[in-house]
C-alpha cells in the first residue's frame, strides 16, 4: 500500500501548484513595479488602453496583465463577454489594502518584491556561495530586496510594537513616556521600528545605527516624510566594530541578530550603550524550540529566508557565525550570555512570526 509520504505523485502534484503559485505571485510583482494596482487604486476601474496610458505600458501588455489578473480573482472585471479592449477591470478595496496600503496590517506587496526582485538577482551568487563556503552580501540582492525587506515589517512595528512595549515592558513603557528619553535603534535597517516609537512616544529622541548607507537613506526620506527628522537620526556604523559608550534608555535590536554575522560583538554594543537604568530588547524570528520535520508553514517560511537570503548574508563577513534565520531561543540565551548578560526574559507577545527577548544584566 502506497502511502501519502512515498506517493511521488502527492509531490509531484505539490510542485506544480508550487509552481503556480510562483507564477501569480511574479505578475504581482509586474504589478507592483510597474504601478498597476496603485493606478487602479488610486484613479478607479480602467480598461486596457486606460491602464496603459496611466502607467506607461504597452497596450498588448496591459490586456494579457488585466485579463490574468481577473482569472487569478484579485481584479473584477465588470463584463467578460464584451471584446478585450473595451473590458474594464477594478481592484477590490479589500485587495487594494493588501497590495498598495504600505502602513496596513494587511500589505503584502513586500512579498512579490523579495523573491522576484531580490533573490533572483543573486541566484549566481548563492550558487557559488553554496558551493565555496562563502557569502553573499546585501548589496547584491538589488534595490527591490531593500524596499521589500524594508516594508515587511513596516506595518507591525508601526501597530503593534509600542503596544508590546506598554504591556509587556511598562517600566520601559514609563521610561519612553519622559521627555527627553533615548533610544538606540541598532541595526535599523529602514528606520521603520525608530519611525514607529518616535511616533507613539512625542517627547522621545531615538537614534539609528546601520552599517548600509543606502537603506539609511531611504529611512531619512520616510522620517522626514513624516516630520519626525527634528527627533529622528541616523548614523552609519558598524556595531560589530563600533567603540561604543552611551546612555540611551532603551536600546532595541529588531529582526536583525540572526542575519548579523558577529551577533556577540553587536550585543555587547547594545550592553554598553544603555544607560545604567536602561533597557536592551531583542526582536527576532519565531522558530520551534527543536528542529522537527516536517514543520508548519511558518518554520518552512523561516528556513526558506534562512536558505535564500539570511545565512548567505551573515556569512559575507570573514568570520561569520553563521546564524540564519533558524535562530531558536537557545541560540539568542547563548548570544546574550557570551555577551555579558546575565538573563535573558522571553516577553509574551502574541506573533505568529516573532519572539521578543528583555536581556537583563
Known sequence: MTTQANDGKVLA?????????????ITCYLGVRLGCYDALAEHGPATAGELAERVGMAPRYAVEWLEQQAVIGILEVADAAVPADE????????HAEVLTVSDSPQSMAALALLPFGGVAAALPSLLEAFRTGGGVPDSVYGADWRAGHGSANRAMFLHELP???????????????????????????????????????????????????????DAERETGARGLADRVRFFAVDAAKAEATGDYDLVCLFDALHEISHPVRV????????AA??????????????FTAPADEVERFQYGTSLLHCLPACLAEPGA????????????????????????VLLPIADRFHRLYRLVG
Open 13 to 25: 502534484m505539490r510542485m506544480w501548484r508550487s509552481m503556480l503559485a510562483t507564477q501569480e505571485l
Open 87 to 94: 473590458r474594464c477591470y477594478a481592484l477590490p478595496a479589500a
Open 163 to 217: 503596544g508590546w512595549i506598554e504591556a509587556f515592558a511598562p517600566d520601559v513603557h514609563a521610561a519612553l513616556s519622559t521627555p527627553g528619553a533615548t533610544v538606540a535603534d541598532v541595526a535599523c535597517g529602514s528606520g521603520w521600528a525608530s519611525i514607529a516609537l518616535a511616533s507613539a512616544y512625542p517627547g522621545l529622541r531615538v537614534d539609528g545605527y546601520d552599517l548600509d548607507a543606502e537603506v539609511l537613506a
Open 267 to 274: 550585543l555587547r554594543t547594545c550592553r554598553e550603550l544603555r
Open 277 to 290: 537604568t536602561g533597557t536592551v530588547l531583542v526582536l527576532d524570528a519565531k522558530v520551534a524550540p527543536e
Open 321 to 344: 557565525t553563521g546564524t540564519g534565520t533558524v535562530m531558536r531561543p537557545g541560540a539568542v540565551r547563548e548570544f546574550a550570555t557570551a555577551a555579558g548578560y546575565a538573563a535573558t
